[in-house]
């Protein structure tokens, strides 16, 4: 019979993910080693990479920001019971309603009227995308789990079709639409340091990340601080008590699906409206499925998220770097200590709890037994 | 076992304990949620290993590491929550995890006649090609008896074997027991329920906040010795003796013919009536799943009837047009539902959180939609200390309140509103004795501020400690109704339907 190891709140929350990832370091290094690569070297330019320089942090950041975002979304639909995981796809849809408008608008109005509306758009249209399996959950009995994978397969054939057809750039052999303009584009980190006289080097970082933070607060005030997140938690948890207490599920499924899309859509912000500045075929890569990843490994709580993104960027930016540096280090190399890092802080997160906790009470007990022999006698 | 010695944390579960326990008895282990029983247990079966302190079986010092030490040592145990896989026949279950042979129709022709000499000699009788999800409970703890029997078990550990089990399963289980006692088998209950303790052991150690504070031969007991020793102090569970005769007021409710078939097609509420006025406690008796959850459950708004009709407080409702949850609480129907755990509760959230489930959109506690926070918390810490919930910790997870402080916490929750009309399912149910007590008083409390309250409950006791009528559950429908002052064991028995009714009651006699 196994019971859960209860652990002091600061050794879960902070120790035992930290030796999670050392031990995801330290099995890294023996394959580095194995492959006849210097683990300490290349360790060494990972971080390098991703933190060593104003053009590698923000690198980092841009990274950070998609995962924030996705992360985000799979930790909604979690705290309601549901898994979600059609990032992907909602983030494409969140990509196509921003393009849309920008295709739609661009030309007539000023940046000031035009990047809300895309933002609201691309967040409507993950909504939509996302509500839809919620319903088929809620009223069909259709698990979202398939639901979504299907509704992914979906989004990007109806991405593709468009930009191969009615959306393509006329004379542009690669499936994109035409460049938007610069009303739609986000302003860059650049930009906005520039503002208050700062010198940043030109990167694909923009406004977004900021978009991405506040999505964190909210998403952390919605589900603890308010009354439907309350109500989301307890179906979440417990459907039969949330019957009990008046709380309708069905409503609830829908709700959370619909939040959950709209953060994944805004994916499609921070790529679309931050940086490309037209609508392209694969600009998600894959990010919908790295949120997963970060919910997991951040416990599903938005300050876990964002620690669990910065990490996931850190990597994907150090990662290229490697690649780029050494030679034969090929990005698969890169793939494979992400994989570890899941391993070990996702999927066996706790694993080492039973020997966490066992030295802890060492520890604690080494000074506290003679006080109480003391006590025995006194 | 001797001075056996554990401690989780600050938690000192097993203080000095000694547990001497003679072949071929029934010994019983008897004590409060929390006392120890469960984790001495859990030391002797292997799945704790003590801080200190040794354990000897049938004379040699043993070292029980795993429950394959145990099992090697002769003991085997039957959990409360049955370790069975639901969709293996009843044989492959005694089967799993000790094949005699790796082909399997040769390892099954070998286990079943083991079995079938096995079920003939100790009377133990379980159809070995059903699977499990088609056996009734009693016959799946029949069926973990013999797993545990055939692995060689001379040592039997059973926990809180009743507790699932209807009075008629368990006078069969006591009969059971008795069998194998008589051939040898040595037998330790653990249980807080004290009659059976009274009616089977020979023999019975009381644990109380990790140390054993009595040990006797039932002989030189009685059933308030031992209540007395497990609570540490007088308890009174019966009939109050001043027990006001109920000042009835007017009909605060009244349901007619609800019908409700479940979508099997099963008519669990045939044509059920029934008026609640205010100011007296209706007890609803009868065997577990007669009907009586279903209509606490149409009565909270939480099961909408195929027919009947439903007025309470003026509104009138039909199935067309029923009663929803929260519609029942604004007007001041408080439902303690019979499982708190998956609905009265909500158990990974924190006591604060949960205090307030069902009432979350009050103006209390919602402004705008953002929670009240400091509101919920004061109210919390209010409903704690009245209703003596323990620990007072408005932060603790409601998983790891004890069943008797879990049930606390909602009866506080749902009393705080002062309901017109309370709903009680098994308010008791997995409850300590002190804690019984104190609730039992809480209900008759609210009966005497003018309310009324309809209690559904499987215990006979509890039903004639509290109710001024009785109605009786059977089969769907009320069979029958009596006033307090006709109510006897035998006459509810009888109610409670079929050839069952004689033998049922047997262990829920009163004391005298």
């Given at each position: 019979m196994n019971r859960p190891i209860e652990l002091p709140r600061w050794l879960d929350l902070f120790v035992l993910p930290l030796v999670n990832l050392a031990m995801a370091f330290a099995v890294s290094a023996v394959v580095l080693v194995t492959i006849g690569q210097d683990p300490v070297q290349v360790l060494g330019l990972l971080v390098k990479g991703a933190f060593g320089s104003r053009s590698g942090i923000s690198y980092t950041l841009y990274y950070t920001t998609t995962f924030v975002f996705t992360g985000l979304a799979v930790a909604v639909a979690f705290h309601a019971g549901l898994f979600n995981i059609g990032g992907e796809g909602q983030a494409m849809m969140g990509g196509l309603g921003a393009g849309l408008v920008a295709l739609g608008l661009g030309p007539s109005l000023p940046g000031w009227m035009l990047l809300p509306l895309m933002v609201l758009a691309a967040m409507a249209f993950g909504m939509l995308w996302a509500a839809v399996p919620g319903a088929l959950q809620a009223w069909r009995g259709s698990h979202v789990v398939i639901t979504t994978i299907m509704f992914n397969f979906i989004a990007s054939a109806l991405l593709i079709y468009l930009l191969v057809g009615p959306l393509k750039e006329p004379g542009n052999m690669t499936p994109e639409s035409r460049a938007f303009g610069p009303a739609a584009l986000l302003p860059g980190m650049h930009q906005m340091l520039g503002w208050v006289g700062l010198e940043w080097p030109r990167t694909p970082l923009n406004f977004s990340v900021l978009l991405a933070l506040a999505a964190a607060v909210v998403v952390y005030l919605l589900l603890w601080r308010t009354q439907p997140g309350y109500a989301l938690r307890t179906v979440g948890f417990a459907p039969a008590a949330a019957a009990y207490a008046g709380i309708r599920p069905k409503g609830q499924i829908v709700r959370a699906m619909a939040l959950s899309g709209a953060l994944a859509a805004l994916v499609g912000i921070n790529e679309i409206a931050g940086v490309h500045n037209r609508l392209m075929a694969d600009f998600v890569a894959g990010a919908g499925f790295t949120g997963i990843a970060v919910s997991l490994i951040g416990r599903n709580h938005p300050l876990g998220i964002v620690l669990a993104a910065l990490l996931f960027g850190a990597l994907y930016q150090g990662g290229a770097e490697l690649a780029f540096e050494i030679q034969g280090f090929s990005r698969d190399m890169v793939f494979t200590l992400q994989g570890l890092i899941v391993l070990f802080a996702g999927a066996m997160s706790q694993v080492a709890a039973p020997w966490l906790a066992s030295a802890y009470q060492r520890l604690r007990r080494a000074p506290a037994a003679p006080a109480e022999a003391e006590a025995a006698h006194g | 076992m001797r001075a056996i010695e554990k401690r989780f944390g600050a938690v000192h579960a097993n203080q000095a304990v000694d547990l001497t326990v003679a072949a071929g008895t029934v010994h019983g282990i008897v004590g409060e949620n929390g006392a120890g029983k469960s984790t001495l247990m859990s030391i002797l079966y292997g799945f704790y290993q003590a801080d200190s302190g040794m354990i000897e079986v049938e004379g040699r010092p043993a070292r029980i590491a795993n429950s394959h030490d145990a099992i090697a040592l002769g003991i085997g145990m039957v959990h409360q929550h049955f370790m069975l896989v639901e969709t293996f026949s009843a044989l492959d279950n005694v089967m799993l995890g000790a094949e005699p042979s790796w082909f399997l129709p040769q390892a099954r022709a070998q286990v079943r006649a083991k079995l079938d000499a096995l079920m003939r000699d100790t009377g133990l009788v379980v159809d070995l090609d059903k699977t499990v999800a088609e056996l009734p409970v009693g016959e799946r703890q029949r069926l973990e008896i013999l797993k545990a029997l055939v692995r060689g078990a001379r040592i039997l550990i059973l926990d809180e074997p009743t507790a699932v089990l209807t009075p008629h399963e368990t006078e069969q289980l006591f009969v059971t027991l008795r069998t194998l006692r008589e051939r040898g088998t040595t037998i330790l209950l653990i249980t807080h329920k004290l009659k059976e303790i009274m009616a089977l052991a020979d023999v019975v150690t009381v644990m109380r906040g990790g140390a054993v504070v009595l040990d006797t031969r039932i002989a030189d007991t009685s059933l308030d010795g031992l209540a007395q020793a497990m609570v540490g102090r007088q308890v009174h569970l019966g009939r109050a003796a001043d027990a006001r005769p109920a000042q009835t007021g007017g009909v605060l409710l009244r349901a007619e013919g609800l019908q409700w078939r479940d979508p099997m097609g099963v008519l669990r509420l045939a044509d059920v009536s029934l008026a609640l006025r205010a100011g007296e406690i209706v007890g609803i008796a009868g065997v577990s799943g007669n009907g009586q959850s279903e209509l606490l459950d149409a009565l909270a708004g939480l099961l909408t009837p195929q027919a009947g009709k439903l007025d309470v407080d003026g509104s009138s409702f039909t199935p067309a047009h029923w009663l929803r949850p929260d519609h029942a609480r604004d007007l001041r129907i408080a439902h303690v539902p019979e499982d708190r755990q998956r609905r009265g509760l909500v158990l990974p959230f924190a006591a604060w959180e949960s205090a307030v489930l069902g009432y979350q959109k009050r103006p209390r506690y919602d402004r705008l939609g953002w929670l009240r926070q400091p509101v919920m918390r004061e109210d919390t810490a209010t409903m704690m200390e009245r209703y003596d919930v323990r620990p007072r910790d408005i932060t603790l997870k409601c998983a790891n309140f004890s069943g008797g402080n879990q049930q606390k916490l909602v009866l506080a929750r749902e009393a705080q509103t002062e309901p017109r009309i309370l709903l009680v399912g098994q308010p008791t149910r997995g409850v300590?004795?002190?804690?019984?007590?104190?609730?039992?008083?809480?209900?008759?409390?609210?009966?005497?501020?003018?309310?009324?309250?309809?209690?559904?409950s499987s215990e006979l006791d509890e039903i004639l400690a509290l109710a001024d009528r009785v109605l009786v559950m059977e089969r769907g429908r009320i069979a029958g109704e009596l006033p307090i002052e006709q109510c006897s064991v035998a006459a509810l028995g009888r109610l409670m339907g079929g050839a069952d009714a004689d033998k049922a009651p047997v262990l829920a006699a009163q004391p005298a």
């Open positions: - | 300590d004795i002190g804690a019984i007590e104190f609730i039992h008083g809480r209900l008759r409390a609210l009966r005497d501020g003018g309310g009324a309250v309809l209690l559904v």
